[in-house]
Nanobody, 112 residues
Framework: QVQLVESGGGLVQPGGSLRLSCAAS????????MYWVRQAPGKGLEWVSS????????YYADSVKGRFTTSRDNAKNTLYLQMNSLKSDDTAVYYC?????WGQGTQVTVSS
């Protein structure tokens, strides 16, 4: 059974940083592209970032490019999202996902 469990969300001030983690199980983690997707209050889903199976290539939405960094540790079956210089517009529920499953999400709130 595919399981993706996000953690690391919380309340942070503008300009601050957070690191999200996504623990994967139930499938061969190293064989799948992984994605971060977010949903801001009252808005639709927004793709944030993707990472290739071995972590060699990463892709970012323009809205987070230069501030967010996606990485993965295939030995630990874990996906990460390092978020720096956070803005109020980054407030959202963040999900990790791949073609066969989604996590339950973790709330990130950027507010002073």
């Amino acid at each position: 059974q595919v399981q993706l469990v996000e953690s690391g969300g919380g309340l942070v001030q503008p300009g601050g940083s957070l690191r999200l983690s996504c623990a994967a199980s139930g499938f061969t983690f190293s064989s799948y592209y992984m994605y971060w997707v977010r949903q801001a209050p009252g808005k639709g889903l927004e793709w944030v970032s993707s990472v290739y199976t071995d972590g060699s290539d990463t892709y970012y939405a323009d809205s987070v490019k230069g501030r967010f960094t996606t990485s993965r540790d295939n030995a630990k079956n874990t996906l990460y999202l390092q978020m720096n210089s956070l803005k109020s517009d980054d407030t959202a529920v963040y999900y990790c996902a791949n073609f066969i499953g989604w996590g339950q999400g973790t709330q990130v709130t950027v507010s002073s």
